[in-house]
């Protein structure tokens, strides 16, 4: 089973423009990011696959593996998509470009389930997280996932979910983390197929496989990834950084 890690990695972002080629202890994100894949010996190969030229550069002047996208895209599937479109392979890893200090035990889950999937009914495995704080329940920038009893999704939504009418019955809520692995097949019908009704309403790609008929694992995880989406965010990454050489 060939197992390779996509990184998807766009130069612009909201909230922190250009932050992928921050400075981070002396390497840029993106770098730090693409390494610290490596050097998790999960995968065979490890990718970046970039709209953007200095990205692109970046990696490929310190001899990693960059693809430069030929299309616009509106989230990291369609990008990565189109990368493993030509490419000999059975699972592919989505590895967030701003999460330089990967959760390797977290990535190794996801990658067990398509290996005890002797049956391949799995399409996709992806993670979620308890919460338990009243306000990261009701915020809708967190998107919630329910599972079923052998923890395949049942659905995502920015609402609540389960809605906790009887008080009496304990209820436990998950936020679904972005990390994805997939069988090839189930990316390039993604691809190919237009944006889902239900997908359109919640803005969670998540809900495309669903709507058409993929099957996706949950894998609870206790690790909250440690993402970097601010100028602050990059401070604390900075010092952690500081710590640990």
Avoid: W
């Avoid at 809520?173 to 692995?181: L, S």
């Avoid at 009704?197 to 998540?206: R, T």
Wanted: charged fraction near 30%; glycine fraction near 4%; charge should be negative.
């Amino acid at each position: 089973m060939k197992i390779i890690a996509m990184i998807p990695a766009r130069y612009q972002a909201s909230r922190f423009p250009g932050k992928l080629m921050k400075d981070l202890g002396g390497k840029p994100v993106i770098l730090r990011t693409y390494e610290a894949a490596v050097n998790t010996n999960l995968f065979s190969e490890v990718y970046v696959v970039t709209d953007s030229d200095i990205i692109y550069k970046t990696i490929s002047n310190s001899e990693g593996n960059a693809i430069m996208s030929k299309k616009e895209h509106e989230c990291g599937s369609d990008r990565i998509a189109e990368a493993v479109e030509n490419i000999d392979v059975d699972i592919v890893v989505n590895v967030q470009g701003d999460e330089p200090f990967i959760d390797e035990l977290s990535l190794s889950k996801l990658i067990e389930v398509f290996k005890n999937d002797f049956k391949k009914e799995v399409d996709l495995a992806s993670l979620k997280v308890e919460i338990t704080n009243k306000e990261d329940i009701e915020n809708p920038n967190n998107v919630k996932v329910i599972t079923d009893v052998n923890n395949m999704a049942i659905y995502f939504s920015r609402s609540v979910i389960p809605f906790h009418r009887d008080s009496s019955i304990d209820v436990k809520y998950y936020k679904h983390k972005g990390v994805y692995a997939f069988r090839k097949q189930a990316l390039l019908d993604f691809y190919n197929t237009p944006i889902t009704p239900l997908e359109a309403a919640e803005k969670i790609e998540a809900i495309r496989y669903q709507e058409i008929g993929k099957k996706i694992k949950m894998v609870e995880t206790s690790v909250e990834a440690v993402g970097i989406d601010t100028p602050e965010d990059l401070e604390k990454a900075l010092k952690f950084i500081k710590n640990v050489q």
